[in-house]
């Protein structure tokens, strides 16, 4: 674990050595334990908690086994007790259709230590550009799946989902509430992939 606390593949100089050695004839061979050693950074996506902690903490157990490095909450958070359950990471917070009070809310969120981007989220990790939102004003989600992201992270429809559209991909973890099963995604960067973990 490195001190910002992402993690690198663990290979040491003596054991890329006599691995380069051994197979020095390929060069592929050595560039590919070089590549072992890359940053790799993984999000972790949830959506629809809805105020539900019982049904959030499971989410939360994953993503502690997952080793996720940041989170993405696509929106109708429910209550400002869900967001004190990912203390553990730097999450973003969204808000959807059924979160209320959103000043305050946000306040909340803040002064838990974490960021609230109100109705749409425009991130960067590694480089690469990730949009946030909930999904419920339609026309936004068409015009940002649209644009120049390389990933949409969404919720609303309670369904998960991963889709591409050009270059673009698209995730929707699913719910943690009326959802069945209930769901989470992850997206490992840079290589941009996505996965979706039943609970």
Not at 152 to 157: D, P, Q, S, W
Request: aromatic share 8%; glycine share 8%; charged share 20%.
């Amino acid at each position: 674990m490195s001190a910002d606390g992402r993690r690198y593949s663990q290979i040491t100089s003596f054991e890329l050595s006599a691995h380069c050695i051994h197979l020095r004839s390929s060069a592929y061979a050595c560039g590919l334990n070089l590549l072992l050693m890359a940053s790799i950074m993984r999000l972790g996506i949830i959506s629809d908690t809805h105020g539900q902690l019982n049904l959030t903490r499971p989410a939360v157990r994953m993503f502690e086994s997952l080793e996720v490095d940041a989170v993405l909450h696509c929106g109708d958070i429910g209550s400002l007790a869900v967001v004190e359950l990912f203390a553990t990471w730097p999450t973003h917070f969204v808000f959807g259709n059924c979160d209320y009070h959103l000043e305050e809310f946000a306040t909340g969120i803040r002064e838990a230590g974490q960021s609230c981007h109100g109705l749409f989220g425009d991130l960067e990790f590694d480089g690469v550009r990730v949009a946030l939102l909930h999904s419920h004003d339609r026309r936004r989600f068409r015009e940002t799946v649209g644009g120049d992201y390389q990933v949409v992270c969404y919720g609303h429809t309670h369904v998960a989902a991963i889709d591409h559209r050009g270059e673009t991909l698209i995730v929707n973890p699913g719910a943690i509430y009326r959802a069945s099963p209930h769901s989470i995604a992850v997206v490992d960067l840079p290589e941009v992939k996505a996965t979706i973990v039943e609970l």
